[in-house]
């Protein structure tokens, strides 16, 4: 089965720090740039950090760089998210999703295709 | 940062109507916009891209449309399953970005 599964999520105190792990099965991991996403109790959707597929290539949202890290292990189809320094707003389920680019009429667009069921992180004293 | 803006922000509509979100970009993302669709407790679920490309496997009757800074998905007969709330997200730009999220309700 082609899928994402998160695990590692939990219940930290501020200043702390966690590591999430996202295991891909199904399909070939290294070929694929993955992300993650998280969402906020009741809000919506944020995108937190991107990694290429060979990992060379990496992006942060403002609101977590220098604390969070993105990292990948393609020999054991793994993506991990490090995160430290952890704040009450980065309360959130975290998701990992798969980017997956497709092309039309001769442009290349770039959709988050799979998506795991999503670990929650809760940081509070 | 390219910001989204949904509206309406909710809406209650009938089984077998049509419903219109919108979506509109800060500025020009070409058609680098893909929609969303999440059910409560799930994980959201790919719908539309490319602005009006239909995903694998959804429905006909969820279509998109638009370019530059305007965009719209449209369900064009509403069913008891498209109960959820639904985003549009860009991938013009670093950093990638959502729209802050439509929620339909079925009266």
């Known amino acids: 089965e082609v899928q994402l599964v998160e695990s590692g999520g939990g219940l930290v105190k501020p200043g702390g720090s966690l590591r999430l792990s996202c295991e891909a099965s199904?399909?070939?991991?290294?070929?694929?740039?993955i992300n993650w996403v998280r969402q906020a109790p009741g809000k919506g959707l944020e995108w937190v950090s991107s990694i290429t597929s060979s990992g060379s290539y990496i992006d942060y949202a403002d609101s977590v760089k220098g604390r969070f890290t993105i990292s990948r292990d393609n020999a054991k189809n793994s993506l991990y998210l490090q995160m430290s320094s952890l704040r009450a707003e980065d309360t959130a389920v975290y998701y990992c999703a798969r980017g997956h680019p497709i092309w039309v009429a001769e442009l290349l667009f770039d959709t988050f295709d799979l998506w795991g069921q999503g670990t929650l992180v809760t940081v509070s004293p | 940062d390219i910001q989204l803006t949904q509206s309406p922000s909710s809406l209650s509509a009938s089984v077998g109507d049509r419903v219109t979100i919108t979506c509109r970009a800060s500025?020009?993302?070409?058609?680098?916009l893909n929609w969303y669709q999440q059910k409560p407790g799930k994980a959201p679920k790919l719908l539309i891209y490319a602005a009006s490309s239909l995903q694998g496997g959804v429905p006909s009757r969820f279509s998109g449309g638009g370019s530059g800074t305007d965009f719209t998905l449209t369900i064009s007969s509403l069913q008891p399953e498209d109960f959820a709330t639904y985003y549009c997200?860009?991938?013009?730009?670093?950093?990638?970005?959502f729209g802050g999220g439509t929620k339909v309700e079925i009266k």
């Open positions: 500025q020009s993302i070409r058609s680098y």
């Open positions: 997200q860009q991938s013009y730009s670093i950093p990638l970005g």
């Open positions: 199904g399909f070939t991991f290294r070929n694929y740039s």
